[in-house]
């Protein structure tokens, strides 16, 4: 596991033409009711087990966020914990991205690094970029890991404070000064990646040209209603690669029948087709 | 509980007044040795418990941040679980603060309400503030909650974003349009408040100026090497209430030997009594 470093295994993903990630974000009223025994560690581990069995060859990525897990507690925690083993002992191939989107001063993130990094053994996570480098500098120093970077995020109500202009020679939109700040000062140990969200194309076009080198996490297609083509045109880097695309309830939730991991794994296979298919 | 009000039960300590909060951040490597069984969940959860006996009647609040509980896992969650019950029952009316700093699009957060609502039962939370007021609305929509929005943080390099002018018909540093934003708009359900560092007392005024009746969460006296003073004389609102000092490490640190229920509670005392000298 000493050598395992997560730009390695994501560039060898893109080298297969596999940019997809799901999203394991078991919502528990909506799992298969075959699969509800009453144990919720169980429940939320085996729905995410038969998921992953089911597409793990089609995949660059898994991406499980934590509050889904956080919901039930204890029980929850356990359960991302069997979900996260399972992939590195089936797919040791398969980053895992951890997506909790933490962010607080320094010696606090030294704790979330524990939980994410060591802990789980997830090979990326997720951060908010509000209280500047100099306190998420635990995250950069985890030089083998992969650090996403809120940067545009897909809701809708995104720019109220994401557009806001910043005064400079010329005036810059927020999102894109953490997008320059990221790709030109956080990313010394050249493991930063910036989450944009698909639902925002244009945008995703602009802050690829602040950041030509840095890997975009893309969520929003899908439920969100992101367009695929719009988003790979637009978030590509000039070798064509560079981006994952993530889906989830479309993904994991194609039926709530006992076939459930089958149509999981139709409907990856498709997104798969959708990605490649851009020219 | 089901009349169980935040900012009632705040209003009261601070009648009281009471407005020392103090971090339950229990840094596994400084428990004292004799309470080191090799049974993590209930080491977490024996020091908080007696740090919780000694203090209870000299506090507004409680303020367990959970990334010292995630960084061990179920074990750490299950501890965390624990420590707000016995507050729940020795000292019911001193509200819990769960010091997360969660924020991601809405439907998520939804889960995120559950885990620190409904699972855990904390009377509050700490959340980010970037992705917008559409993202956070299912915080907002507790009512009977309090939500504390991340403005100024007390870390050395939070000015990287947060000092950005933002252009408008004069110019605005982002935290202040945070707080404005807030102030004005999110507080509808009036149980909006903001975190805001000791490690910049200056801003504090500032953002008083711009907030003038929402609370202030304050972090950073003692290790970060914010002034208790200054701190009360720019974060107090025309009441001269309005804030809650926390403190974390100088409290449940004082000491590490047997005695470090009462080291802490004589901390507390004394931090209180500071508070409340300030003219």
Same mark, same amino acid.
Request: aromatic letters at 10%; one cysteine or more; proline letters at 5%.
């Given at each position: ?51 992953? &069995? ?19 507690? &204890? ?9 996260? &083993? ?140 992101? &367009? ?52």
């Amino acid at each position: 596991m000493s050598n395992r470093n997560f730009q390695r295994l994501l560039a060898a993903k893109w080298a297969e033409g596999k940019f997809l990630c799901i999203g394991l974000d078991p919502i528990h009223d909506k799992l298969p009711d075959f699969l509800k025994t009453g144990n919720i560690s169980k429940e939320l581990f085996e729905f995410n087990r038969d998921i992953i &069995d089911a597409t793990f060859d089609l995949v660059c990525a898994y991406k499980p966020n934590t509050a889904f897990y956080e919901a039930f507690g &204890d029980a929850g925690i356990l359960a991302l914990q069997r979900t996260v &083993d399972h992939i590195n002992t089936v797919a040791p191939d398969v980053p895992v991205i951890i997506d909790a989107k933490r962010g607080d001063i320094g010696n606090t993130n030294q704790r979330y690094c524990e939980f994410v990094f060591d802990h789980l053994k997830g090979d990326a996570v997720t951060i908010h970029p509000y209280l500047g480098r100099e306190a998420v500098q635990p995250f950069l120093d985890y030089s083998e890991k992969g650090i996403f970077v809120l940067c545009r995020t897909s809701n809708p109500g995104a720019g109220e404070f994401q557009d806001l202009r910043i005064l400079k020679t010329e005036t810059v939109p927020l999102y894109l000064q953490v997008a320059d700040n990221v790709s030109r000062s956080w990313n010394e140990n050249k493991n930063c990646g910036l989450v944009v969200g698909a639902t925002y194309p244009q945008e995703i076009g602009s802050i690829r040209a602040v950041a030509p080198e840095v890997p975009f996490l893309i969520p929003g297609i899908g439920t969100q209603g992101g &367009d695929v083509e719009a988003a790979v045109k637009n978030g590509r880097n000039s070798d064509g690669t560079g981006f994952i695309i993530n889906s989830s309830s479309g993904i994991i939730f194609a039926s709530s029948g006992p076939d459930f991991a089958e149509a999981a794994r139709k409907k990856a296979y498709g997104l798969n087709h959708e990605i490649r298919a851009v020219n």
